[in-house]
């Protein structure tokens, strides 16, 4: 009787991992972009320097609805003469935009889209930090 010889396999089958690599990559692909839009992430917080308010105009809608230049009350006609005036004349400082917690939102967002309206680029929006 010839003994069977019997020799070593150095190779390793990886059709099977190539397999399951493939699945786990198109499941990565397709949850992806689902996990991106709509989950809590942690934004690392910055200190930013505060504007002074000497150096810009400071726009209040208080929670009537009333738009204030300063401290002067104003229409939103006027808003629109002042801020193109100044604009013309190249006069124009930033503008620091402050609503009032309990305005209703459309009457900040007619400030802002008159400011959009006249290309104008620098305003901000004033905020109080949260206290923790």
């Known amino acids: 009787m010839k ?30 972009p689902l996990l991106r839009s709509g989950m809590k992430v942690d934004l690392p917080q910055t200190q930013a320097k505060e504007i002074d308010p000497g150096k810009s105009i400071v726009l209040t809608v208080d929670k009537n609805g009333e738009i ?10 006027v808003l629109r003469d ?5 604009l013309a004349s190249n006069r124009l400082k930033p503008i620091l935009l402050q609503g009032d917690k309990e305005v209703f939102y459309g009457h900040v ?16 929006l004033v905020l109080k930090p949260r206290q923790r």
């Open 3 to 32: 003994s069977a010889k019997y020799t070593n396999l150095s190779e390793i089958n990886v059709t099977s991992l190539v397999d399951v690599t493939l699945v786990l990559l198109i499941v990565f692909m397709i949850t992806a």
């Open 82 to 86: 002042r801020l193109a005036k100044r």
């Open 109 to 124: 967002i007619e400030v802002m889209d008159i400011i959009k309206e006249l290309g104008i680029g620098k305003l901000g």
């Open 68 to 77: 204030f230049w300063q401290k002067e009350k104003i229409t939103l006609a």
